[in-house]
């Protein structure tokens, strides 16, 4: 326990406080709201803050004061939310239940069967709404206003633009005996509908998404051209072949960088400060130590020192851990660099705990042959929510609403695919 | 009395929070804002998008886009909103049926089960009997020369001529109690010492060297074709193919959301799923081909004879239990032909009368130029 006199009060109310543990420096704004029963932990180091006021009455004077602070800045609806000791600090927080998540799929299932698979788009929507109403940001709850309407619009544009060329490319190939070369052609351009699907597809499911998101009444959009993405997806894909892996590090963190900076909070835009390297060292440990595994492995079927079977069941227990590793390090780089206005996202992501995150949801999995599932799912956002946090302050008074849904329905090809829809990526 | 609640209202336009307070009166909801100024909104203008749920704030707009919002931390509003305005609000979230929402869960789940065994049992059976004969004979001519090409390659395929004439000429007779059938029935011999014989759709017959060289007699090897030709005739591969179609259909809209998470569980009910069917199919290939042997006036004894010999090598082994296995039990099928056979026929036609029955079913010993796998060594 650390404790800190409540002596040094300045002026508006606020009162600063250091941690003694650590040294760190905080500020709580509305300190009058402070009772003996508060109790925090410092960010930086995790020691306990207990709070210890005197019996006194709170005086006319300090119910003036505030008042004037409530006037300037608005009270956070939680009283018990944590982020009003240090205002330039926001964190996710996921308050949903696996119980009720479950509830609510096995109605779903049941309507998707009475209409035949129609219903599944609005179980969907009903399902997203859920999880987004869970999630808050600061104090305040994210609402998803997506439909299901339009998401079964979306699955029709998708499967009319991909399915359907991809489909029957498919069958022509299994059906029709055609000669060597169209069906080598038809094989090609079914891979390439694939290959253009997955960025296609990325970039419109988060345009829909971000549309169909906001908080604080405020509506994010993503502003990012697909033939952009496109573009940096060949490209990405095309080094990364010529370089043996090398260039993928900085592929993805074009990627990311991408899908941040065009990404806007009502007229703020997020901003993306990596450019790759950072990443480089965990990545090329990843690549080197998998091309050792699997070169051992090789060896050792290749001299008969093991059975097949049992290498090949080896590879994913010594190379997962490795994975999972490169995967914390990646999220916990691409968030730490993402900054919105002078603000900074930060992710405490660590190897160990998605490790253990993973490790509970397989298990779960398989202990319950995949019923524990709406439990994982709550895992899931919990840990990606709750490891992020927005450092620095935001003048969330300066955002304005921008409604951008008439700059994306242009004309001509990028209209087909810049209207964005939502598909499950 | 009503009660002023604290709330938060959004503008639509900033992302500033405006702590206001509510008041629940007969025709609408009032908002006083700390300027002191207030804002009415009519119930029946309200839309709710949150707060259904426990841990939900209620979340209530108003107008078009971009809408204004209010939040309100507890569902009480809404409870006080129907007390006073019941016929207004009715779109608004009652939390008094939160108690009911469980009963509904728990109906849907029952629902799901028996709508789950419907579909199994019926439902998808019948999809693919209603659908499989609109499927032309010839995609299913093309799909069975694939299969053909798999597991009888040419240089596989033992081809005495005179030989398998005589064997064409059983599968022939038995092809002839079908007149009106769209399909050309051919025979295919591999040199393999499995136990085996397969029916291709579109009308090839796929006989293993190990089958043909454990019949006793052209009659019992009719029983054997009668089998795998009622595969052929009762289009079991298309139909398997729209089963599996509609089970994946079925399951997809099962698991939803569950993608993946539920792979094991589903893996699980699509392959018990095939093997229901599947040793549906191999029933309907008995009788039905039981029938067909009645048909072309053949003794229907030596059927039950060849099922006999192939249920006493099968005792030597284990065999799987048969939720797991492909084909029924075979005491099952036996008892049933059995029973369908019933006393021998007055005046059984006999096959190839005169022939040499031990010579023809061995065509594979023969080392013909044109082939180039070895005679196998195993022999008996």
Redesign the interface.
Known sequence: MTTTPLSNETSHGTLAITCHRCQAQYRIRNAHRLTNASRSTCRTCGARFAVLTTAQPIDAGQTALHSLI??QT??A??HSDRDQQHPSTMHGTF???GG?LL?M??????????TL?VY?FW??AK?R??LF??TAFGS??F?Y?GTGKELSQGFLKAMLVFGLPYVSLGAAH????LPRWVDLLSQALAGLVLFLYVPIATVNARRYRCARTS?????FSFRGRTTEFLKLYARGWAFTFLTLGTYYPYFQTQRQAFLHAHTY??NQRFGFTGHGSGIMLPFAVTLVSTYVVLGLCGLALAFQLTNAGLTLLLIPFVLGPLWIWLLGQKQKYFWDHTIFGEARFSSTITWQTLFTLYLGNIGL??VT?????PW?TVRNARFHIETLSLQGPVD??R???D?VESSVTGEGLSNLLDTGFDM?T | MATARPA?Y??????????VTLTVTPSSLLIVM?DGSSRQWPYDQIRQ??GA?????V?LEFGP?????L?V?TPAVLTEIHAAARGMARHLHDPAWRQA??R??LG??L??VF??IG?YRWGIPGIASVAAPYVPVS?EE??GR?VVDRLAPNNQQCRDPKRLQKLDHIAQTLAATRPVAPYRITLSVVDNPTVNAFAAPGGQVILLRGLLERTNSPEELAGVLAHELQHIYQRHTTKTILEQTAGS??LT??S????G??????L?ARAMGTLHYSRAHEREADIEGLHMLQAARLDPAAMVAIYNGMQQSEQNHQAPPEFLSTHPDMNERLATLVALAGPTPPDPQPLLPGEDWADIRSLCRLRDPGRSVPVSHDLP
């Not at chain 1, 799929?105 to 009475?114: E, K, W």
């Not at chain 2, 998470?261 to 589903?266: N, R, S, T, V």
Request: hydrophobic share 40%.
């Open positions: 409530e006037a608005p009270p609806p939680d308050r949903g239940s009720t509830g799929q096995i109605v779903n299932v049941c309507l998707t069967l009475i698979g599944h179980g969907k399902i709404r859920y109403s869970h305040d709850r609402a206003h299994s059906v029709l005996d908080w604080r009444g405020i509506r909070f009502g999995l398989m042959l995949g019923w524990a599932w994982v969330l008074d955002v304005l609403q409604q499950d | 938060h959004l503008d639509g336009r900033t992302a500033t929070r405006h702590p700390a998008t949150q749920y426990r841990g939900e704030p979340r886009e971009p809408c204004e919002t939040v931390a929402r469980l509904w869960t849907a789940a629902g799901v709508m789950l579909f995609l093309s799909l694939q259909l079925l809209a099962i939803g959301d569950l993608s998470g539920l792979a094991w569980g589903i699980g």
